[in-house]
């Protein structure tokens, strides 16, 4: 596993539960809005942190912290994925997996293999303009590929739009809502442009504001 940071203690990235967060290094999209860039420019990654540091750690941790989280990056990315999460499960800990659904044939096997308990995914914008969103070509069919699976695994899970203009409108989060219909739970989150976001000239594009959001949160299906 490429390790491009690790937090040690954290009680709001999953819910109900005092966790650390494993993040991965590389993703295969590009994402305009990125904050992570670090984890996701290959010129910008920092010396990987060794994988038997962080699993001494969850070990000496085990009677205090509930729950790992492994994001990224793009956690989906990582060949050696499935075992690593493997050995988080032999500790004992609730493993929640963040992903940006780019590939379904990881989650399948980690659902198959009953090595997640939470699932979070990113749902960027509507099918047709995920490419913009994403700054990469990619057969948008396999990001619904992923809400189905995801939606029928049986597994506590989450979908999440974060809407970031030009690249999702109200008709956009509509779509969305509509793809993850009977989903356990679908949220909505504002953008804010920070210092470090790949396309810094979205920093000049005027956002959608919390209360705009909350009215669109309300038309939903
Ligand atoms: S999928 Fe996530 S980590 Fe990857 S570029 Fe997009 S926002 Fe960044």
Request: charge should be neutral.
């Amino acid at each position: 596993m490429r390790i491009g940071g690790f937090q040690k203690f954290s009680l709001i990235d999953y819910p109900g539960k005092m966790a650390a967060i494993v993040f991965t290094q590389g993703c295969n999209f590009r994402c305009p809005y990125c904050h992570n860039r670090e984890l996701v420019l290959p010129e910008e990654f920092k010396e990987p942190i060794p994988q038997e540091e962080v699993m001494g750690f969850l070990k000496r941790r085990r009677c205090q912290l509930e729950g790992v989280v492994i994001t990224g990056g793009e956690p989906t990315e990582q060949a050696d994925l499935v075992p690593f999460i493997g050995s988080v499960k032999e500790l004992g800990y609730q493993v929640k997996l963040d992903t940006n659904g780019s590939r379904p044939q990881v989650i399948r096997e980690t659902i198959q293999r009953r090595l997640v308990d939470y699932i979070a995914m990113d749902v960027k914008t509507s099918l047709e303009k995920y490419q913009k969103a994403i700054g990469v070509r990619f057969p948008a069919e396999i990001i619904k590929e992923s809400i189905d699976l995801i939606k029928g695994s049986g597994i506590q899970h989450e979908f999440r739009t974060t809407v970031v203009q030009p690249f999702c409108d109200q008709e956009d989060v509509s779509k969305v809502s509509i793809l993850v219909n009977g989903a356990q739970t679908y949220r909505l989150q504002t953008f804010r442009a920070g210092p470090k976001i790949i396309n810094l000239n979205l920093r000049d594009i005027p956002q959608i504001t919390e209360q705009q959001i909350e009215a669109w949160g309300k038309c939903l299906h």
